[in-house]
């Protein structure tokens, strides 16, 4: 097992060189907050204390102990209730959450680094505040004024944990076919159901648990229409703010899964008794738009796991390829041996992790920048911008870095040999814990869907195309003589950005809507690759002109070579997806059910 270490230079020229924290930071919300580079690397400093000290130390224990459910409910992995107490004794849980809830107020930007920090350490752990913050910002948006002075406090302080509670053993991802059943009785109502998969569902880490759920009222239509929200706290909450009796909710068993062994799944029963009270959030048969508030949430941030994941592989394969010995030189056929960092194929591993991890953690920063710009700006119209670039690209980070962070742990596992087939060495465990990803909060494929389906016809390809042009802005800025690293870069961007606007126009296209979502992940992935060599771009030009003023040379030429082996050796992947999509669904669905 190798020790995580923040990448914390990286992060802070990210947040502030490419993302850009100067304009966030000028935001007026921020007026009475120092918010710029000195903050960034104090947050980022003890941030990464926790996360390597404290955290990372229980990644493989948690692996191999895992959980256990008890006659008083699931036991943590030994060490993470300390752990979590440590984790909201430092305040991080309320990094991001408003001021008026005791949180700390400070910019997404900043708390998508720290919570890249505490995947990357233990995913396992940090599922349990990913969860609470996605309930917060469901509460915060939908939830009453009492619900909300009575709940998001203790939530924002991490006293209390969140869930979301909405696959169903018959339902899976077709939440119209969600059968749990709220019966209204005076000022709450009584849930009665099961729902499975549910993250953190039970734990003895915090006084209370308060459950997001996904109901039907006795009158409510069939589908998606149908579907209400409820409050269903662990423990009952008095007037007073204390705790008062036991709720009827419980675990009822766990699941056994391929990884994040220490992240308690649950199968939750509502109701066993004489019903499990629950308090509607909004109105109605609404609970579906609410829910999408804690998913879109959730979902940019589990795009953010595989971003972590894949540095924790690249770390531990780096430090192995500079410690194992084996072969000698290409072409050298005696003398010593040297350790496998020299060897071509290796080189070309790390240097595909390397680059995918920083062309990953650019476009998740940049649209953590624009989830704040959408949220604070004075300007409803540049919020109204803003919030659909993030509509946007929401599917890219999730779908795309998911997938992407299965690739990096793979390699991982590659770089290491034999021994990465080995649990010891915890290869493993990454690419384990990564394959959840493209599963949870929406297959891959619902992402495409969501994408090519719904974003890219909701404004007939706008969106994109205003994407498109920036991306084309950005070409145009880079370097032309011949040799020169911008150059290489530009040229490979442009023709990947071609490449998504001629599949972009063949989507939009009359088309049999089959034909299209068959495609739907390629274009997915193509938006994917040509985002990631954007802001790659993006980091080059920056990247040459400290160069030019003689700054930091080897973190600065390290960034320009790896923007060209992006640009060189991944974006070309983007005329290969074209090809597949412009090919559409035909061959895809041709065969019978029978011929399978």
């Given at each position: 097992?190798?020790?995580?270490?923040?990448?914390t230079?990286?992060?802070?020229?990210v947040?502030?060189?490419?993302?850009?924290?100067?304009e966030?930071?000028?935001?007026?919300?921020?007026?009475?907050?120092?918010?710029g580079?000195?903050l960034?690397?104090a947050?980022?400093?003890?941030?990464?204390?926790?996360?390597?000290?404290?955290?990372?130390?229980?990644?493989?224990s948690g692996?191999?102990?895992?959980?256990?459910l008890?006659?008083?409910?699931?036991?943590?992995?030994?060490?993470?209730?300390?752990?979590y107490?440590?984790?909201?004794?430092?305040?991080w849980?309320?990094i991001?959450?408003?001021?008026?809830?005791g949180?700390?107020?400070?910019?997404?930007?900043?708390?998508t680094?720290t919570?890249?920090?505490?995947n990357?350490?233990?995913m396992?752990?940090?599922?349990?505040?990913l969860?609470?913050?996605?309930?917060i910002e469901?509460?915060?948006?939908?939830?009453?004024d009492?619900?909300?002075?009575?709940?998001?406090?203790?939530?924002?302080s991490?006293?209390?944990?969140g869930?979301?509670?909405?696959t169903?053993?018959q339902a899976?991802?077709?939440?119209s076919?969600?059968?749990a059943?709220?019966?209204p009785?005076?000022?709450?109502?009584?849930?009665?159901?099961?729902?499975?998969?549910?993250?953190?569902?039970?734990?003895?880490?915090t006084a209370?648990?308060?459950?997001?759920?996904?109901a039907r009222?006795p009158?409510?239509?069939e589908?998606?229409?149908?579907?209400?929200?409820?409050?269903?706290p662990?423990?009952?909450?008095?007037?007073?703010g204390?705790?008062?009796?036991?709720n009827d909710?419980?675990?009822?068993s766990?699941?056994h899964?391929?990884?994040?062994?220490?992240?308690?799944t649950c199968?939750?029963?509502f109701?066993d008794?004489?019903?499990?009270?629950?308090?509607?959030?909004?109105?109605?048969?609404?609970?579906?738009?609410?829910?999408?508030i804690m998913?879109?949430?959730?979902?940019?941030?589990?795009?953010?796991?595989?971003?972590?994941?894949?540095?924790?592989?690249?770390q531990?394969?780096?430090?192995?390829?500079?410690?194992r010995?084996q072969?000698?030189?290409?072409?050298?056929?005696s003398g010593?041996?040297?350790?496998i960092?020299?060897?071509?194929?290796?080189?070309?591993?790390?240097?595909?992790?390397?680059?995918?991890?920083e062309a990953?953690?650019c476009?998740?920063?940049?649209?953590?920048?624009?989830?704040?710009?959408?949220?604070?700006?004075?300007d409803?119209?540049?919020?109204?911008?803003?919030?659909?670039?993030?509509?946007?690209?929401?599917?890219?980070?999730?779908?795309?870095?998911s997938?992407?962070?299965?690739?990096?742990?793979?390699?991982?596992?590659?770089?290491?040999?034999?021994?990465?087939?080995?649990?010891?060495?915890?290869?493993c465990?990454?690419?384990?814990d990564?394959?959840?990803?493209?599963?949870?909060?929406?297959t891959?494929?619902?992402?495409?869907?969501?994408?090519?389906?719904?974003k890219l016809?909701?404004?007939?390809?706008?969106?994109m195309r205003?994407?498109l042009?920036?991306?084309?802005?950005?070409?145009?800025?880079?370097?032309q003589e011949?040799?020169?690293?911008?150059a290489?870069?530009?040229?490979?961007?442009?023709?990947?950005?071609?490449?998504?606007?001629?599949?972009?126009d063949?989507?939009?296209?009359?088309?049999?809507?089959e034909d299209v979502m068959?495609v739907?992940?390629?274009y997915?992935?193509?938006?994917?690759f040509?985002?990631?060599?954007w802001?790659m771009?993006?980091?080059?030009?920056?990247a040459q002109?400290?160069?030019k003023?003689?700054q930091?040379?080897?973190?600065y030429?390290?960034?320009?070579?790896?923007?060209?082996?992006y640009?060189e050796?991944l974006?070309?992947?983007?005329?290969?997806?074209?090809?597949?999509?412009?090919?559409?669904?035909?061959?895809?669905?041709?065969?019978?059910e029978?011929?399978?």
């Amino acid at each position: 097992m190798t020790a995580y270490s923040a990448p914390t230079r990286d992060m802070q020229f990210v947040i502030n060189e490419v993302a850009g924290l100067a304009e966030v930071a000028g935001l007026p919300v921020y007026a009475e907050q120092d918010v710029g580079p000195e903050l960034t690397e104090a947050v980022l400093e003890e941030a990464a204390k926790l996360a390597s000290g404290v955290l990372a130390p229980l990644n493989h224990s948690g692996d191999v102990q895992g959980v256990k459910l008890g006659p008083e409910g699931v036991i943590p992995a030994d060490g993470f209730a300390a752990a979590y107490r440590k984790f909201i004794e430092g305040g991080w849980n309320g990094i991001g959450c408003p001021a008026e809830y005791g949180g700390q107020g400070l910019p997404e930007l900043l708390n998508t680094a720290t919570e890249e920090m505490w995947n990357s350490a233990n995913m396992s752990f940090a599922l349990c505040p990913l969860l609470t913050s996605g309930a917060i910002e469901a509460i915060s948006h939908v939830g009453s004024d009492r619900q909300k002075a009575t709940f998001l406090p203790k939530m924002t302080s991490g006293e209390w944990t969140g869930t979301m509670n909405l696959t169903e053993s018959q339902a899976g991802s077709d939440l119209s076919a969600v059968r749990a059943r709220a019966v209204p009785e005076g000022d709450h109502y009584r849930i009665f159901g099961q729902k499975i998969f549910i993250t953190w569902g039970e734990h003895n880490m915090t006084a209370n648990t308060i459950h997001l759920v996904l109901a039907r009222t006795p009158d409510a239509p069939e589908g998606v229409k149908g579907i209400s929200l409820f409050i269903v706290p662990k423990f009952l909450v008095e007037p007073d703010g204390s705790l008062g009796e036991r709720n009827d909710v419980h675990a009822v068993s766990l699941e056994h899964k391929m990884g994040i062994h220490a992240s308690p799944t649950c199968v939750m029963a509502f109701g066993d008794r004489d019903g499990a009270i629950g308090y509607l959030v909004g109105e109605e048969n609404k609970g579906l738009a609410y829910m999408f508030i804690m998913m879109n949430e959730a979902r940019f941030k589990v795009g953010l796991q595989g971003l972590a994941i894949g540095e924790r592989a690249y770390q531990a394969a780096r430090e192995f390829a500079k410690d194992r010995v084996q072969g000698r030189p290409v072409g050298v056929k005696s003398g010593d041996r040297v350790t496998i960092i020299h060897h071509p194929d290796v080189r070309r591993m790390l240097m595909t992790m390397k680059a995918l991890n920083e062309a990953m953690r650019c476009l998740a920063y940049t649209v953590a920048k624009h989830l704040d710009l959408a949220r604070h700006h004075e300007d409803a119209e540049t919020r109204r911008r803003h919030q659909s670039r993030v509509d946007l690209l929401i599917p890219i980070v999730k779908g795309w870095l998911s997938e992407t962070g299965i690739e990096v742990a793979s390699l991982g596992v590659q770089i290491h040999g034999g021994m990465g087939f080995i649990e010891e060495t915890g290869a493993c465990q990454h690419l384990r814990d990564s394959r959840i990803t493209t599963i949870y909060e929406g297959t891959t494929g619902i992402q495409a869907a969501d994408l090519a389906g719904r974003k890219l016809n909701t404004d007939k390809g706008a969106s994109m195309r205003a994407l498109l042009a920036e991306i084309e802005a950005t070409a145009g800025e880079l370097g032309q003589e011949p040799g020169d690293d911008l150059a290489a870069i530009r040229a490979n961007l442009r023709d990947a950005a071609a490449a998504l606007a001629e599949a972009t126009d063949w989507m939009l296209e009359s088309h049999d809507p089959e034909d299209v979502m068959a495609v739907s992940v390629d274009y997915l992935m193509l938006a994917g690759f040509v985002c990631g060599g954007w802001q790659m771009a993006r980091a080059a030009r920056i990247a040459q002109r400290k160069l030019k003023d003689g700054q930091d040379s080897s973190f600065y030429e390290a960034k320009l070579v790896t923007a060209r082996f992006y640009a060189e050796h991944l974006l070309p992947k983007a005329r290969s997806l074209c090809a597949s999509i412009k090919n559409g669904g035909v061959s895809i669905m041709a065969l019978t059910e029978d011929q399978f």
